[in-house]
């Protein structure tokens, strides 16, 4: 008996033991379970943040330019027309100044149209997600075009206050079209006003003073209406945050996130879609968006003295989309000084006229021809470059080297036609135009 009981209660023993470790075994299996789940529902939680949306102004100049987009006519020509006096319309047809002036005359429509629209604010509807369109803006590169050749049409027959003003038009309109956009419309805004500036320089010296001296405060006034770069980058942000929120609800988010990333043969693409199934979409999003803040804040202070910006993220996935705005901030400035340029350009035309000689310095041109002068945006706010030089006289900005080279202008090429990042020497009116 005492055997018996011996064995029965090993055996009990034996089946205890098992049954212990099969029930921490399930536990830990439970547990690692639930760490999964807490590890991929955190991964997958979709983050928010405030994305403000902004109150447009009514009424919206925006509604007004794309209507006069939508009155355009023989746009293609337009554009072969003005391209024919840059050497840069295709070969074929040759327009003749009475074809030019046609079709000038077909627009006048779209031209009265966006003229009536110029007076009033002007705010883009605010881009809230990866798939919002701008088709305007190629509207808006042919209405510019459109001003410019009218412009041209009205200088041909000498009337150079007619010319002017058609060139300050678009520098307005591209100066307003800046006002919401994130970076895609910046860049377009830069576009339309280099196309206005471009035709202006040849006006300045057959203007008598009274036209000289209201163009300059014209030009002042537009100047006022420029955008910070910093707004621009923050528009962005918001967009990319809206876009990344809007993404990750859907249930193919990453395959729509790292589409044309996932090339096995390129290992930053790879990694891109490997860490789409690694990394929290709260990470990517914060990673993003101090990316972002970094550069709002860099972008708060003047072009020269920001010698390191943020860096563009190592993240695999955001640092594939996260933009780069070296060179972007770089157009912002160029047109910036240009714009300045001209500006003062202006200025001195109409003190020449009427005192027959240029100022000493530029701080006399303030405040009956300007209300201060202007800084030079490439020299953190330090005076333009400025003497007189015989009956002349030279004017210019130290340019992106920020170095003083005495007006020695960039040299740019035919090929390259305007001055580049990196370039070395002065920015000078009347030689670096475009």
């Not at 403000?52 to 102004?57: G, I, R, Y």
């Not at 009514?58 to 554009?79: C, I, K, Q, R, W």
């Not at 429509?109 to 701008?134: G, Q, T, V």
């Not at 000289?212 to 002042?220: H, I, K």
């Amino acid at each position: 008996m005492t055997d018996a009981t011996d064995v029965r209660v090993q055996s009990g023993g034996k089946l205890s033991a098992r049954r212990a470790v099969a029930l921490a075994f399930l536990a830990l299996a439970g547990c690692v379970l639930l760490a999964g789940m807490a590890w991929w529902w955190g991964l997958n939680v979709n983050p928010t943040v405030a994305v403000p949306t902004p109150a447009l102004p009514s009424p919206n100049a925006f509604e007004a330019y794309v209507d006069a987009t939508a009155a355009l006519v023989e746009a293609e020509a337009v554009g072969n027309a003005l391209g024919q006096t840059w050497k840069t319309a295709p070969a074929g047809k040759r327009y003749s100044p009475a074809e030019k002036a046609d079709l000038v005359r077909q627009n006048g429509p779209a031209l009265a149209k966006l003229r009536a629209a110029l007076p009033l604010p002007y705010h883009e509807p605010p881009a809230r997600s990866f798939s919002h369109l701008f088709p305007h803006y190629a509207g808006y590169r042919a209405l510019a075009r459109l001003l410019a050749l009218e412009s041209q049409v009205k200088a041909a027959r000498g009337d150079w206050s007619g010319s002017l003003d058609g060139n300050l038009d678009t520098v307005r309109m591209g100066t307003e079209i800046a006002h919401g956009s994130p970076l895609i419309g910046a860049l377009v805004a830069y576009a339309v006003q280099a196309i206005g500036r471009r035709e202006a320089w040849a006006a300045v010296k057959h203007l008598d003073a009274a036209t000289a001296r209201r163009a300059a405060r014209r030009l002042e006034a537009i100047q006022a209406r420029r955008v910070p770069f910093a707004d621009t980058v923050q528009e962005e942000k918001w967009l990319a945050q809206a876009g990344l929120m809007e993404l990750f609800r859907q249930p193919n988010w990453r395959r729509e996130l790292t589409s044309g990333l996932a090339d096995a043969t390129q290992p930053a693409d790879f990694g891109a879609a490997v860490a789409s199934w690694t990394a929290s979409k709260t990470e990517m999003l914060a990673v993003y968006t101090a990316y972002m803040d970094g550069m709002v804040a860099a972008a708060r202070h003047p072009y020269p003295a920001t010698t390191h910006l943020p860096a563009v993220p190592e993240h695999p996935v955001i640092g594939q989309i996260a933009p780069a705005f070296d060179g972007s901030w770089f157009l912002d400035v160029k047109e910036d000084t240009l714009n300045r340029l001209l500006l003062v350009s202006l200025a001195l035309r109409a003190y020449r006229v009427e005192h027959g000689r240029y100022p000493r310095t530029l701080a006399e041109l303030a405040p009956s021809y300007l209300r201060q002068a202007p800084g030079d945006p490439f020299a953190a706010g330090k005076p333009l470059g400025y003497r007189r030089k015989g009956d002349g006289y030279l004017l210019y900005s130290v340019g992106p080297d920020g170095v003083d080279n005495g007006g020695r202008p960039i040299i740019a090429t035919a090929t390259r036609g305007s001055f580049q990042q990196g370039d070395t020497g002065d920015v000078v009116a009347f030689v670096n135009i475009r």
